[in-house]
C-alpha cells in the first residue's frame, strides 16, 4: 500500500514538472532582442508586403544584413549603431538595383547576398562578441 502511494505521489510531482517544462516552451510574441535593444524596426511597408511579394522583403533583409556586417568589420567596431543603423541604405540598393527584377532573378541576389553577409560574419562575430553585442 505505502508503495501505491509513493508511484503515485511521484507521477503527481512527475506530471506536474511535465506541465511546467511544456508551458516554458510555448513561443511567446514578444520580440525583443538580446542585443541592442533600440535596433530599428523593419519599414512598415515591409512588415505589410503582400505574400507574393514577400521574396522582396528576403532580399532587403540579407541587404541588410550583409552592410551590417560589412560596417562591424570595416569599423572594427561592434557598437549598436553600426550594427543597426536605418534600414534607408538597404531600401535605397533595393530600389535603385532590384525593385524591378523577376521573382528569381531576386532569389539569386538574395542568395548572393546571404553568402556575403555569412562571409563577412566570419569577422564580425568576434568583434561583436569582445563589445557583448553578439
Not at 501505491?4 to 510555448?26: D, F, M, P
Not at 511597408?45 to 511579394?53: A, G, L, S, Y
Not at 560589412?70 to 530600389?95: K, L, N
Not at 535603385?96 to 523577376?102: C, P
Request: net charge negative.
Amino acid at each position: 500500500m505505502m508503495r501505491a502511494v509513493a508511484i503515485g505521489s511521484l507521477l503527481v510531482v512527475l506530471g506536474a514538472t511535465a506541465g511546467v517544462a511544456e508551458r516554458n516552451l510555448i513561443p511567446t510574441l514578444d520580440n525583443e532582442p538580446d542585443v541592442c535593444p533600440d535596433q530599428p524596426p523593419e519599414p512598415q511597408w515591409m512588415k505589410d508586403i503582400d505574400v507574393r511579394e514577400s521574396h522582396k522583403r528576403l532580399l532587403i533583409q540579407q541587404i541588410y544584413r550583409a552592410q551590417s556586417m560589412q560596417r562591424i568589420v570595416e569599423a572594427q567596431s561592434c557598437e549598436c549603431p553600426t550594427r543597426y543603423p536605418s534600414w534607408e541604405t538597404a531600401e535605397g540598393v533595393f530600389v535603385e538595383h532590384f525593385a524591378a527584377f523577376e521573382y528569381w532573378d531576386i532569389v539569386e541576389a538574395t542568395s548572393d547576398y546571404r553568402r556575403q553577409a555569412n562571409e563577412l560574419r566570419r569577422e564580425a562575430m568576434p568583434i561583436c562578441q569582445a563589445a557583448g553585442n553578439w
